[in-house]
């Protein structure tokens, strides 16, 4: 069984930072790419940022220069450091992985419970 939990959410006013973490647990044989996704009320999810067990990071537009993404492959944790936030990024954010669990040879998406991030302005 795995488990994603996602912590660091809140409230913070315009231009300030959060610092998310994601902690994958559980019987877990290997965790390919990792990331973080967001939904804001009545849209769709879509990816923030994510990285691959090498390190190498993807962004959306909005967010480059702005959050940075990093893991610690020890940990089975990813980060998001989420800088100069603007109300446009108010969402519940979710942390998703790659994940291959023990008994299983096929990667699977497995989903946090997402943490809420409200900007005000």
């Known amino acids: 069984q795995v488990h994603l939990v996602e912590s660091g959410g809140g409230l913070v006013q315009a231009g300030e930072s959060l610092r998310l973490s994601c902690v994958a647990s559980?019987?877990?044989?290997?965790?390919?790419?990792m990331g973080w996704y967001r939904q804001a009320p009545g849209k769709q999810r879509e990816l923030v940022a994510d990285i691959t067990t090498d390190g190498v990071t993807n962004y959306v537009d909005f967010v480059k220069g702005r959050f940075t993404t990093s893991r610690n492959n020890a940990g089975n944790r990813v980060y998001l450091q989420m800088n100069s936030l603007k109300p446009e990024d108010t969402a519940v954010y979710y942390c998703?992985?790659?994940?291959?669990?023990?008994?299983?040879?096929?990667?699977?998406?497995?989903w946090g419970q997402g943490t809420q991030v409200t900007v005000s302005s």
């Open positions: 998703n992985a790659l994940v291959r669990p023990w008994g299983s040879v096929f990667h699977q998406n497995y």
């Open positions: 559980g019987s877990i044989s290997g965790i390919k790419t």
